[in-house]
């Protein structure tokens, strides 16, 4: 715990997350995770809550020891080391609070006496846009404002990393915006970001990679394209015979489909046709969508509210955590900064 | 944003600390004027007690000269000024500050545990300094000053008094859910403490077994080095020279340091830093 500053240049990732463990007593809420963010880069972690995210994050952010494997932070142990690293890293936690009888000024001059190397506090309440509100109290502030103060203090000291969990939850969506504008210019400027959020959009809009989480673990990552790309394109319609009466088919009356993995191979992947709608998922959207349009010409079939369309990383996102049974770990499990370390 | 081109300014860690928690503390001092019900606890009660106290009864005993009173003035400004202003008033701000969430942030940043729990005592102990200095001129204007045979003593006494005041406190919080809830919380601690604390004599007269066990109270080797430092006053009423007053000190001093380590010890087991709600 020497208070040696980490000035010397350090080339490898920003954070690097091997196999590491959190347990609270008899619940594993981090179960063997790796995860690595290069200089730069901004990583999204995504997940139901529960997932573990708001765990992970803590042990970056060096506010509690891994029970297992090994976390560093420009090439330090962030718990062990923590005079080192913390004057390089920002934390914006989910819900830290204020003092409500300070101004926004107060508050800000405060964190600012804090800091090895602070940015002019005026300088950053101008970037969050809440200049004009400097001289308020804490207390008469709104919800969005009270977060942006959050994201203002958490860039007040230069860092190098950024960890921001979920950042814009309760912002309306030009504070939303705004937000994403910072973010966007902090990374222009080399700051490296590791965030979390519920928002889908926030991370295909921000994000270089994403990690999925479910249950403690990571369950895919990669960039957004990479997380849509392992996801089939869907078919969707509902038959109807040349008359225009309804049809109803088994998935066996459909044709042999490229992209499309038979019923009795992958039960759970295989088309299905419930209430008469057939729903196909394909990994050869082009080539299947031609034959099954080919397929109904032939049969003189009407294929009513026809929808052909790529994976989203929404739908990326539901199934995996369908595929998880995500729904066990909504516990709504909190997690404390000091959970587990002693006064 | 700089990654690695600016160079964090050099300071030693005690300047940077002390610059950390100067900065707490002016924050602290802030919120203390703004809050009405604190800043009354903290400053016009002790006074008005004394004060009040002064007027009806007899401080030092009945027929003391007007040193001895003052004296004891001086020893029961300091008694209320740890209990008032130091116990009370910084258990709620633990509590307010914890249950604000403002001690979760404070973890994140560059602050060590120690210097966020540092930083709310410094105006308290500085309105009880304030206080006594007050209070010293007070005397000295209207009664006979006590003779100052020792100050170095007094300073101990102080300082050791706010060190263990504080860490109960610290643990104090812990054991309190919400601000208000510290009225009920501080009381059993105040009322252990105050009946021992042997301001309302001189030394000397009461002894006996209670006084011998009063001794060994958190507060009564505050109030001990206080007649030691101002008047030379020793536990049993002997009037001692300077030289005299350094090895009477030595049982004080170490009952003052066996609470510290109690303290310290309540406030590791207690203290918490998440909120209670």
């Given at each position: ?26 619940f ?15 990583v ?48 914006m ?77 309760g ?5 939303r ?40 673990r ?30 109803v ?26 209430r ?11 080539e ?16 009513h ?25 909504q ?13 | ?23 707490l ?19 016009l ?5 004394v ?7 007899d ?21 209320m ?43 308290a ?18 009664l ?60 000397g ?33 002997r ?24 303290g ?14």
């Amino acid at each position: 715990m020497t208070p040696e500053p980490t000035d010397r240049p350090y080339a490898g990732p920003v954070v690097s997350v091997r196999e590491a463990r959190r347990r609270y007593g008899a619940f594993e809420a981090v179960r063997g995770v790796d995860l690595e963010v290069g200089r730069g880069e901004l990583v999204a972690l995504l997940g139901t809550n529960g997932a573990g995210k708001t765990s992970l994050v803590e042990l970056v952010e060096g506010l509690a020891p891994a029970d297992g494997g090994q976390v560093r932070v420009l090439g330090r142990d962030p718990y062990r080391e923590r005079r080192a690293v913390v004057p390089h890293v920002g934390v914006m936690l989910q819900n830290a609070g204020f003092s409500a009888d300070l101004t926004v000024a107060e508050t800000a001059r405060m964190w600012a006496g804090t800091l090895t190397r602070p940015r002019p506090a005026g300088e950053v309440l101008d970037a969050v846009g809440l200049s004009h509100r400097a001289q308020v109290r804490v207390v008469s502030l709104s919800g969005g404002e009270r977060r942006r103060l959050d994201l203002a203090l958490a860039v007040l000291g230069r860092p190098d990393l950024l960890v921001l969990d979920e950042p814009t939850t309760g912002l309306d969506p030009e504070s939303r915006q705004a937000t994403w504008r910072l973010v966007r210019g902090l990374l222009d400027d080399g700051v490296t970001v590791l965030l979390t959020t519920h928002y889908l959009a926030e991370a295909e809009e921000l994000a270089d990679r994403i990690a999925i989480m479910d249950a403690g673990r990571v369950v895919r990552s990669g960039t957004v394209a990479d997380v849509v790309a392992a996801e089939p394109a869907r078919i969707e319609f509902v038959p109807h015979d040349a008359g225009g009466a309804p049809l109803v088919l088994t998935p066996d009356d459909l044709p042999v489909l490229a992209g499309v993995p038979s019923t009795g191979h992958a039960p759970d992947r295989g088309p299905t046709a419930e209430r008469g709608r057939v729903r196909l998922r394909t990994e050869r959207l082009q080539e299947d969508l031609t034959t099954v349009l080919l397929w109904a010409r032939e049969r003189g079939l009407r294929l009513h509210e026809l929808e052909a369309r790529p994976a989203s990383l929404e739908q990326a996102f539901l199934a995996l955590a369908e595929a998880g049974g995500a729904p066990d770990h909504q516990t709504g499990r909190t997690t404390h900064v000091t959970e587990g370390t002693a006064a | 944003m700089s990654t690695s081109t600016t160079t964090p300014a050099r300071r030693s860690p005690a300047v940077a600390g002390g610059r950390r928690i100067a900065a707490l503390a002016r924050a602290e001092t802030t919120l203390l004027v703004r809050n009405r019900t604190a800043l009354m606890n903290a400053i016009l009660l002790p006074l008005a007690f004394v004060g009040a106290f002064a007027m009806v009864a007899d401080p030092g005993g009945a027929g003391a000269d007007e040193a001895t009173t003052a004296t004891a003035v001086l020893a029961m400004l300091v008694v209320m000024g740890l209990l008032f202003v130091v116990y009370y008033n910084l258990t709620t701000a633990y509590v307010a500050r914890r249950e604000d969430r403002v001690l979760q942030r404070l973890l994140t940043g560059e602050c060590t545990r120690g210097e966020i729990l540092l930083a709310p005592a410094v105006p308290a102990a500085a309105v009880v300094v304030a206080q006594v200095l007050v209070g010293l001129a007070a005397v000295t204007a209207l009664l006979d000053p006590p003779g100052l045979v020792n100050p170095l003593l007094v300073v101990v006494g102080l300082l050791g008094g706010l060190a263990v005041i504080g860490l109960f406190a610290v643990a104090t919080s812990g054991l309190s859910r919400t601000v208000e809830s510290v009225q009920l919380t501080t009381l059993p601690l105040v009322v252990v403490m105050l009946p021992f604390a042997g301001m309302f004599t001189a030394p000397g007269a009461n002894d006996g077994v209670f006084g011998q066990i009063a001794r060994f109270t958190p507060l009564r080797p505050v109030v001990e080095l206080c007649w030691l430092g101002l008047a030379g006053t020793d536990a049993s009423g002997r009037t001692l020279t300077l030289a005299e007053t350094f090895p009477a000190a030595a049982v004080p001093v170490a009952v003052l340091a066996a609470w510290a380590v109690v303290g310290v010890l309540a406030a590791r087991r207690w203290m918490r830093w998440e909120p209670r709600r």
